[in-house]
């Protein structure tokens, strides 16, 4: 089975600074997709990016960047400019070929000081 | 869009008792899952359907918990009977391909409370 690790329950980083967050899996597929979704308190689950794992390049999303690296399986995000509004949980999230939707991580609680 | 819809935001309800929670996908979209999310587990699939038929129902944690999709706007998660271990976020999400791995659209989530 998949799995997917966040190892930072909480990050907090200075507005208009850079922060990175973790996220490492776990799978013996060649071929899946990787996800990073946003919660603020809202709960309301916003996808930040997605990362096809036959692309080599990085994807990215204005102020949001992944560092994917297949071979290690580690897949971080990079908010760079932090905004107060980036302030939430941060989920990784793997969904492979299989009937299995996403697999998420724990999460990441990014807290934004001003 | 209205993006995925989901009914009601809040419940509240005591052991024992049914609860049906509802969701409308966003339209055209093929794909519904329903995730629980509590502090323990994290987010779970619970059961993921393709062109209104059910796929995986793997994650559906006991027989209390059944889910139906007459069509393709309307879903129901339904328990019975509650019990308070129940208590949780419930997330529909729909995606536009009958591809598990196409980006997935959530809703805001139903807040479960069993007493």
């Known amino acids: 089975a998949q799995t997917v690790t966040q190892s930072q329950p909480e990050m907090s980083v200075q507005e208009a600074e850079t922060v990175t967050l973790s996220c490492t899996y776990d799978?013996?597929?060649?071929?899946?997709?990787l996800f990073w979704y946003k919660q603020p308190p809202s709960r309301q689950m916003i996808l930040v990016i997605r990362?096809?794992?036959?692309?080599?390049q990085n994807a990215t999303e204005n102020r949001f960047s992944v560092n994917f690296q297949k071979a290690a399986k580690s897949f971080s995000l990079k908010i760079s400019d932090s905004q107060l509004g980036d302030a939430a949980m941060y989920f990784c999230a793997y969904s492979g070929g299989g009937a299995d939707g996403l697999t998420f991580g724990k999460g990441t609680h990014l807290i934004i000081q001003p | 869009d209205a993006g995925v819809i989901q009914s009601p935001r809040h419940e509240v309800t005591e052991m024992g008792q049914e609860v049906t929670l509802r969701c409308k996908p966003i339209s055209g979209h093929n794909s519904l899952f329903w995730y629980r999310q509590t502090m323990m587990r994290g987010l779970e699939l619970l059961i993921y359907f393709n062109n209104n038929v059910p796929i995986d129902d793997s994650g559906m944690p006991e027989d209390r918990f059944s889910a139906k999709m007459p069509n393709a706007s309307f879903s129901t998660l339904k328990i019975q009977p509650s019990e308070p271990r129940d208590s949780a976020v419930y997330f529909c999400a729909s995606s536009l391909l009958a591809d598990p791995t196409d980006t997935q659209y959530f809703g805001p989530g139903t807040r479960l409370t069993v007493l």
């Open positions: 990362q096809e794992a036959y692309k080599q």
């Open positions: 799978t013996s597929e060649s071929d899946y997709y």
